[in-house]
């Protein structure tokens, strides 16, 4: 049972790390503050920096929304890009990857090529599913969010530790496992692929010429929070486009000050960049002429207390004026990182989520993770 401080309400779904309840979130402004000061003490305690860095002496890094200008030794808030001699670098392709075989339980699942024929034969040379065919699965160490519920945030120890050298990669040696025969499709998650962007950009052109001399299906895919730098962002979803993949996008809340306090990072920065960005990958599915599989998947974490019905509702309404065919993924929360004392989603919840995305327009809502869904409030 949590207390929001600010206004004395009592309530499982009130986190104790957060300290303060849905409603003075988006009332109270003193509210965000105490939310701000959860994330800058476990930062600072793990050694990050508590805030995307702005060092008026800094070198500006453009690749995220945070556009962090990060000083001499310094490191930038995902903790992948270091000012190393007033320049940028990173310690190599920080990742590991695995075969993920199809059926997968990836994001998009309802409408990926692998699990449905959607886009056969071009995309998908299996009617049915791709039995006996794999996604490689390719995880990324960095991100430019600070989720308070984070379900893979000890990628984020390795990082300040420093990488053991079995997750410093080359680019040749993801395109090298994405050549596997067996491998049908590459996504790139984490993490967020965000902060090595450059790279996998440049590893997925490869893979996608070394495919067509081939002749084999090999879609590029990105489970990403969104925040990627539009033109970044483009060219991302243009190999998406291009190969028969996916561009996954994990949106938060719509709230600016519900969406900081969960992720600490700008609220009215993030949910305008994650906008342009869904418009962006909208506007090339349009011009593309292709309508299956779907270019654009948009998911939300149904947070208990925090993620309710009118987050998605308005997310699905801003969805639904681009295209009311973007399939939407409403997911359910797990306990993990600093919110362990928050219940699982409930049924009543996410039927409520669901109705309200069909409500401002969407046509495809699904419920994903459906076997955490409880009757805990």
């Known amino acids: 049972m949590g207390t929001c401080i600010v206004c004395g309400k009592k309530a499982p779904t009130i986190s104790s790390t957060l300290r303060v309840c849905l409603d003075c979130l988006r009332r109270e402004p003193k509210a965000l503050e105490i939310a701000r000061e959860a994330h800058a003490r476990w930062r600072q305690e793990h050694g990050f920096a508590p805030n995307p860095p702005r060092s008026p002496s800094g070198v500006r890094c453009r690749l995220c ?37 199809h059926p997968t339980n990836c994001v998009a699942a309802p409408v990926c090529p692998a699990n449905t024929s959607q886009g056969y034969p071009r995309y998908t040379k299996a009617v049915g599913i791709e039995r006996g065919y794999y996604n490689l699965a390719v995880f990324m160490l960095g991100c430019s969010l600070d989720c308070l519920f984070c379900q893979n945030w000890e990628h984020k120890t390795l990082l300040v530790e420093g990488p053991p050298p079995k997750y410093v990669r080359s680019v040749d040696e993801l395109v090298e496992a994405a050549m596997d025969p067996l491998v049908t499709c590459v996504c790139y998650f984490g993490g967020d692929p965000t902060p090595h962007a450059p790279d996998l950009i440049l590893a997925s ?3 996608l010429e070394e495919a067509g001399k081939r002749g084999v ?58 906008k342009e960005n869904a418009k962006i990958a909208v506007e090339l599915w349009h011009e593309s002429g292709r309508r299956r599989p ?43 990182h600093r919110m362990r004392d928050l219940p699982t989603t409930s049924w009543r919840h ?16 699904f419920i994903g993770n459906n076997w955490l869904l409880s009757n805990a409030y």
Request: charged share 25%; hydrophobic share 45%.
């Open 217 to 274: 299906v090999k879609r590029i895919c990105w489970e990403t929070n969104g925040l990627a730098n539009p033109v970044v962002f483009r060219e991302m979803a243009r190999l998406s486009l291009e190969s028969g993949g996916i561009v996954k996008i994990d949106w938060k809340a719509w709230t600016p000050q519900v969406y900081e306090a969960l992720t600490g990072v700008d609220g009215f920065r993030a949910v305008e960049r994650l």
């Open 205 to 207: 052109k490869k893979i």
């Open 65 to 101: 929304v945070n556009e962090c200008s990060v000083g001499v030794g310094g490191s930038g808030f995902c903790g992948v890009w270091r000012n190393v001699g007033r320049r940028l670098q990173r310690r190599g392709l920080l990742a590991y990857w695995y075969l993920d075989p």
């Open 294 to 336: 779907p270019l654009l998947v948009v998911s939300i974490l149904l947070v208990p207390g925090y993620v309710d019905a009118y987050e998605v509702e308005q997310i699905a309404s801003y969805l639904a004026e681009l295209d009311k065919d973007i399939p939407l993924m409403l997911l359910a929360f797990h306990p993990e």
């Open 350 to 365: 996410a039927l409520e989520a669901a109705r309200a995305a069909r409500r401002a327009g969407l046509k495809h809502v």
